[in-house]
């Protein structure tokens, strides 16, 4: 079975400070990762996905993140955060076909000045 | 702005109340899903529908009837909930199984 975890459940950082956020899964076949933020009073939002390819992939505001099939890990980074970047993010899983999105618990990641 | 249009925003209902939660998405995606999330809680998946057809169910109490009248909208409806319904309820497209999906923002629902 299919399986996330986050492995911790809030990240207080200061303004311009690097920020890692851990995701590590479980899965038996081959894997599509994401991470998806959620903003107060808003829905998910696609941050970042990977489906093949290249193993590190960037969004457009920063983040990155590194799929390493060894270590069964999608770990979350930025090298410099913003007060805006508050915000709850989920590491998810999926697979080919299926209509099934494992998410992780969440990490609420915390920016202050 | 979210390319998955939900309506209404908020909705507040008693345990006998009828209403529907509407979803309404023209990117052309094949999968439409219902979620309910808590607070602090990630998405919790409700129903699936594939190119217009119901494919999951999670088990879900029968006061919850998903409806899909054509590829680009999905409904909710609600009869007789109970006060542990209340949650944000969350609907998502996407082009295919797998693949990323989009969400909208949600009803927050209230039960009285």
């Known amino acids: 079975a299919q399986s996330v975890t986050q492995l911790d459940s809030q990240v207080p950082v200061f303004e311009e400070a690097p920020v890692e956020l851990r995701c590590n899964y479980s899965s038996s076949v081959s894997v599509y990762l994401f991470w998806y933020v959620q903003y107060p009073n808003q829905g998910l939002q696609l941050l970042l996905k990977y489906l093949s390819g290249s193993t590190l992939v960037e969004s457009i505001n920063g983040f990155e993140a590194e799929f390493n099939k060894s270590q069964t890990s999608f770990h979350l980074r930025k090298p410099s955060v913003h007060i805006s970047d508050t915000a709850e993010y989920f590491c998810?899983?999926?697979?080919?076909?299926?209509?099934?999105?494992?998410f992780g618990a969440g990490t609420r990641l915390f920016v202050k000045a | 702005d979210t390319e998955v249009t939900q309506t209404p925003k908020h909705l507040v209902m008693g345990m006998t109340n009828k209403k529907s939660l509407k979803c309404e998405q023209h990117?052309?995606?094949?999968?439409m899903y219902w979620y309910k999330q808590k607070a602090k809680k990630p998405p919790e998946l409700m129903f699936v529908?594939?190119?217009?057809?119901?494919?999951i169910n999670e088990s879900v109490p029968s006061r919850f009837s998903p409806e899909c009248p054509n590829s680009s909208l999905l409904n909710l409806h609600l009869h007789a909930l109970q006060p542990e319904d209340s949650a944000l309820y969350l609907c998502?497209?996407?082009?295919?199984?797998?693949?990323?999906?989009?969400f909208g923002d949600g009803t927050r629902l209230s039960i009285l």
């Open positions: 529908y594939s190119y217009e057809k119901l494919s």
């Open positions: 998502a497209s996407s082009q295919a199984g797998g693949r990323p999906q989009h």
């Open positions: 990117m052309g995606h094949r999968a």
């Open positions: 998810a899983v999926s697979y080919t076909g299926g209509f099934k999105t494992i």
